[in-house]
């Protein structure tokens, strides 16, 4: 079956420092999506990736789909305290989806 | 921001009592979804239903039941609850995009849920 992979699990961040989270499946993708949840929180949609290699920039937030659509990455830069929270990918494969481990972010002043 | 409805928010409550979390949408949607969270750890797909009187199992085994008898409502249920139940459970409706044969996932707020 189906196996998605986030990397790392944990990301201690400096303020103002850029870091990337990696999202692998084992299997060709119909499309992403990224979610962001804040400590206490729920999970909240952030983008959806459909093209291979598509680019798509929120601010600071930078998101890619692999060429093979089989892996996708989130680069933050500059990163600030509200950046905080668990970022989940959601691999979806023409109907069916899993969610990522999550990547949990930790921004230090 | 969506539409969704989680109640309770937070319930503490004995070993073998029955409960029901209750979970609402006004979007319309036909897909609703239940997950079990601990705190900062990955969502676990417990339910999920694609419409009215249409209910099945996720990936992750659960003691808990399900109904779908309107749209709008999908309340879950256990029987007994037990120490090991106490978690975070969330609830999430989606509306399928025929365009992209996707769909954006809505979450509720969520019931904190402690077995005693």
């Known amino acids: 079956g189906q196996q998605v992979m986030q990397i790392p699990q944990y990301q201690h961040v400096q303020e103002g420092e850029d870091f990337t989270t990696y999202c692998n499946s084992s299997?060709?993708?119909?499309?992403i999506q990224w979610y962001k949840q804040r400590p206490g929180g729920h999970p909240v949609f952030l983008i959806q990736l459909v093209k291979s290699g598509e680019v798509k920039k929120q601010k600071r937030l930078t998101f890619q789909f692999g060429e093979a659509k089989k892996n996708s990455s989130l680069h933050i830069t500059a990163t600030q305290t509200t950046d905080v929270g668990t970022y989940f990918c959601?691999?979806?494969?023409?109907?069916?989806?899993?969610f990522g481990a999550g990547t949990q972010v930790v921004v230090t002043p | 921001e969506a539409d969704i409805y989680q109640t309770p928010r937070y319930l503490v409550i004995g070993t073998g009592k029955k409960i029901t979390l209750e979970c609402s949408q006004t979007m319309g949607h036909d897909k609703m979804y239940w997950y079990q969270q601990d705190p900062g750890m990955e969502l676990h797909l417990i339910h999920y239903s694609y419409g009215v009187n249409s209910t099945e199992k996720g990936d992750l085994s659960s003691e808990s039941t399900v109904s779908r008898i309107r749209t709008e409502h999908f309340p879950l249920t256990l029987e007994s609850a037990r120490p090991s139940h106490t978690s975070q459970y969330l609830c999430?409706?989606?509306?399928?995009?025929?365009?992209?044969?996707?769909?954006?996932?809505?979450f509720g707020p969520g019931t904190r849920l402690t077995v005693l």
């Open positions: 299997t060709t993708l119909s499309n």
């Open positions: 999430a409706s989606s509306d399928r995009s025929d365009r992209e044969y996707t769909d954006t996932q809505y």
């Open positions: 959601r691999a979806d494969s023409w109907g069916k989806f899993q």
